[in-house]
């Protein structure tokens, strides 16, 4: 059954613990560490938009009217203008928002643990993963499958090349250009060109880029 591992997870936690953990949910949307596994609803959630994705990524291209629609049930949050090419993955769906004109190509990644957000008029090459989760650098804790997530925000206008990865926490200026195969782990200042990685400026304009 889809839920054997949860299971399993949260009987040898009630043996060791006896008790079970209510607000695993509340932690993520807190930033607070917390375990994925022990909270059923967020199980039940992760489930339910995988599935929506899986019948997005299987709809023909030619469908746009429904694509649009079915991208509308698993996005918390769109503008009236917004194109993503399949296939399209995310964890909950709920946490993401794109601007108006939101343009994303192949291959678009959003572990949305917490909030993802997307202002107006930007370009998401292929490729793209925007992961706001990360986990305890000590083996000692990440065993216990403990994590925590912080939100990402892309401000209006940002184009963001191939292959580009983005950590939690971070936040791209507004009219900022992010280059091909960059990994962008800090901020990002408004009218910039960053590429590299670790993702570096290497150009600042007083007008838009």
Partial sequence: MLDTLFCKQ???HVIKNKKITLNEKEKML????????????????????????????QLSPENIKERCQLISKIIGKTGLTFFIEQPFMCDYGYNIEIGE???SN??????????????????VG?????????????????????QW??????????????????????????????????????????????????CKIIKTTKNPV
């Fill in 126 to 146: 292929p490729n793209n993963g925007f992961f706001t989760t990360s986990h305890p650098l000590s083996a000692n804790i990440r065993i216990k499958n403990l």
């Fill in 30 to 57: 807190k930033g607070q560490m917390y375990n994925p596994s022990l909270d059923y609803k967020l199980f039940i959630e992760r489930q339910n938009c995988k599935n929506l994705c899986f019948k997005y990524n």
């Fill in 149 to 198: 997530a912080k939100p990402i925000t892309i401000e209006d206008n940002v184009w963001l090349g191939a292959n580009v990865v983005v950590l939690g926490g971070v936040t791209i200026g507004k009219n900022s250009v992010i280059g091909a195969g960059s990994v962008v782990r800090k901020n990002i200042p408004p009218n910039s060109l960053a590429v590299g990685n670790p």
């Fill in 10 to 12: 949260l009987i040898a």
């Fill in 101 to 103: 004109n939101f343009a």
């Fill in 106 to 123: 192949h291959n678009l990644l959003i572990l949305d643990c917490a909030k993802v957000t997307f202002g107006k008029n930007v370009m």
